[in-house]
C-alpha cells in the first residue's frame, strides 16, 4: 500500500489527507467614501502585466465608480482617471522600467505614477539586490519629472511541498522556494528603503488572510511569504476571492499614497 501511494504521488502529485477545504471566508471590500474618492479625483498610472489584469478585474468589482482607461498615451486623457497599460515583457523587467518610463515622459506634473514587477521577473539567475536598485533608480527618475511615483512589491507565488523540492533540487533545477525566497529578498529591501516614496504592499496582501493570519513556509532557516492557496487557483495569479481582496487593500493604500 506504501507503495502504491508513493506512486501516486509521484504520478498525481500527492496522495489525498481526505481533509475538508476550510470554509471561505467573507472578503473586506468595505472602502470609506473618503478613499474612492480620493482615489476618483486623481490622475494614475499603472504599468503592469498579469498580476496586474487580476488586480483591474478585482477593482471593478469593488470600486466599479472608478474611471480607469486602458491606454500608454495618458496625455489623451483629460480629467481624472485611473490610466493603465500593460508594459515590457515578463522575464525582462528592464524592459518594465524603459517602458514606464516612457509613459512618465507623457504624463502631468502631480500625476501619481507606479508600475510593478511580475513575479515571473525573479529568475534563477536573478540578483535581487540589482533589481532592487534598478527599480528604485527608475522611480528615482520618474519623480525627478514631476510625477508622484509610487513603490510597488512584486508577487509571490505558492510553493510545492518540500518532497518535491528536495526532488526538483536533486534535479539541478531552482525550486519555486527559491525563487520566492529572491522576490522576498526585493520586497524586504523595498519596504526597508528610507525614502519618502509610498509602497504599495502587494505581495503582503497576497500571503494574508482576511482575519490577518500569514501563508508562509519555512525555508533557510526564516518565514517565507507565500501567496495564499486561498486566493488562487493555479499557484501564481489571484483567483476571485484574491482578486477581490488585494484590490480592496491596493485602493485603501492607493488613497493613503495619494492623500500623503
Known amino acids: 500500500m506504501r507503495q502504491l501511494c508513493f506512486l501516486l504521488i509521484l504520478l498525481a502529485g500527492g496522495c489525498s489527507s481526505g481533509e475538508a477545504p476550510s470554509p471561505e471566508l467573507t472578503v473586506d471590500e468595505s472602502l470609506s467614501v473618503a ?4 482615489v476618483q479625483s486623481a490622475r494614475i498610472f499603472f504599468g503592469h502585466q498579469s498580476v496586474g489584469r487580476d488586480l483591474l478585474a ?3 468589482e469593488v470600486a466599479p465608480e ?3 482607461v486602458a491606454t500608454d498615451e495618458p496625455g489623451n486623457i483629460e480629467g481624472p482617471a485611473f490610466i493603465e497599460a500593460s508594459i515590457g515583457s515578463n522575464g525582462d523587467p528592464r524592459s518594465k522600467d524603459r517602458a514606464f518610463l516612457e509613459v512618465v515622459a507623457k504624463l502631468n506634473p502631480g500625476d501619481v ?14 540578483d535581487p539586490d540589482s533589481l532592487f536598485s534598478r527599480y528604485q533608480h527608475t522611480l528615482d527618475l520618474a519623480a525627478r519629472s514631476g ?7 512584486m508577487p509571490v507565488t505558492t510553493v510545492a511541498p518540500a518532497w518535491k523540492r528536495w526532488i526538483k533540487q536533486a534535479l539541478g533545477k531552482t525550486t519555486d522556494a527559491e525563487l520566492n525566497a529572491k522576490r522576498q529578498r526585493f520586497n524586504e529591501l523595498l519596504r526597508g528603503a528610507h525614502t519618502a516614496r509610498p509602497l504599495i504592499d502587494l505581495a503582503r496582501w497576497e500571503a494574508t488572510l482576511e ?11 526564516r518565514p517565507l511569504e507565500l501567496l495564499a492557496s486561498e486566493y488562487t487557483d493555479d499557484g501564481s495569479h489571484l483567483n476571485a476571492r484574491g482578486r477581490r481582496h488585494v484590490a480592496s487593500q491596493f485602493v485603501r493604500a492607493l488613497s493613503r499614497a495619494i492623500g500623503d
Open 35 to 38: 478613499e474612492r474618492s480620493t
Open 58 to 60: 478585482g477593482i471593478a
Open 66 to 68: 472608478l474611471r480607469v
Open 113 to 126: 505614477a507606479l508600475y510593478k514587477y511580475c513575479f515571473a521577473d525573479m529568475r534563477a539567475e536573478s
Open 147 to 153: 510625477v508622484r511615483a509610487v513603490a510597488v512589491t
Open 211 to 221: 482575519d490577518g493570519s500569514s501563508r508562509t513556509v519555512s525555508y533557510a532557516g
